[in-house]
């Protein structure tokens, strides 16, 4: 399976992107999303089940809301009240063992 994002550009600080995933097979049990900042490490931001979403970092609950349709497989992050820090590139991927990584999709939130 191979996973591609899409959905990223730039917004101004307040303002929300909806990003999308779509994996060329079916979607794993548990599918999140992952951000990297530049100069950062790549880091966990949400998870979700085939029923209901699993958990968010600290620093997206509240704005953030995942979701996912199975028959398209497609696995969705809708991001609102963005901020500056919210940059980075976005990725998904499956959880506990995460594979291969697919290409992301670079938001930009300017202050």
């Known amino acids: 399976v191979q996973l591609q994002a899409s959905g990223g550009g730039l917004v101004q600080a307040g303002g929300s992107l909806r990003l999308s995933c779509a994996a060329s097979?079916?979607?794993?049990?548990?599918m999140a999303w992952f951000r990297q900042a530049p100069g950062k490490q790549r880091e966990y931001i949400a998870a979700i089940t085939r029923t209901s979403p699993l958990n968010y970092a600290d620093s997206v609950r509240g704005r953030f809301i995942i979701s996912r349709d199975d028959a398209r497989n497609t696995v969705y992050l809708q991001m609102n009240n963005l901020e500056p820090d919210d940059t980075a590139v976005y990725y998904c991927?499956?959880?506990?063992?995460?594979?291969?990584w697919g290409r992301g999709t670079l938001v930009t939130v300017s202050s």
């Open positions: 991927n499956t959880l506990p063992s995460p594979i291969s």
């Open positions: 097979g079916s979607l794993f049990n548990i």
